[in-house]
């Protein structure tokens, strides 16, 4: 079995108590390994919902100015076609 990146995994078997007492620096290795990539995966992940919620904050403010500008144009307009 191997990793997301390639790396080669090491079942433990689950009736092997043996084994378990001998979970050697080769597997706690891989699982930091892992680790790692999940946190930098995550970090990247956080970055990127960052980025996102700075560019819908300022979506939303230039919908908000937008429809404020729209709304001083309608509400002036029939007050400068009346005569």
């Avoid at 930098?40 to 919620?53: F, G, I, R, T, V």
């Avoid at 819908?56 to 404020?68: A, C, D, G, P």
Wanted: with cysteine.
């Amino acid at each position: 079995m191997s990793g997301p990146n390639g790396d080669l995994i090491m079942p433990v078997e689950a009736g092997a108590e043996d084994e378990e007492d001998s979970f050697g620096e080769a597997e706690y290795a891989a699982i930091n390994s892992m680790l790692d990539q999940i946190n930098s995966c995550l970090d990247q992940l956080e970055e990127k919902n960052d980025d996102l919620h700075a560019r819908l904050q300022e979506l939303l403010e230039s919908n908000r100015q937008t429809r404020l500008e729209f709304q001083q144009e309608f509400g002036e307009a029939p007050s400068d076609a009346s005569p």
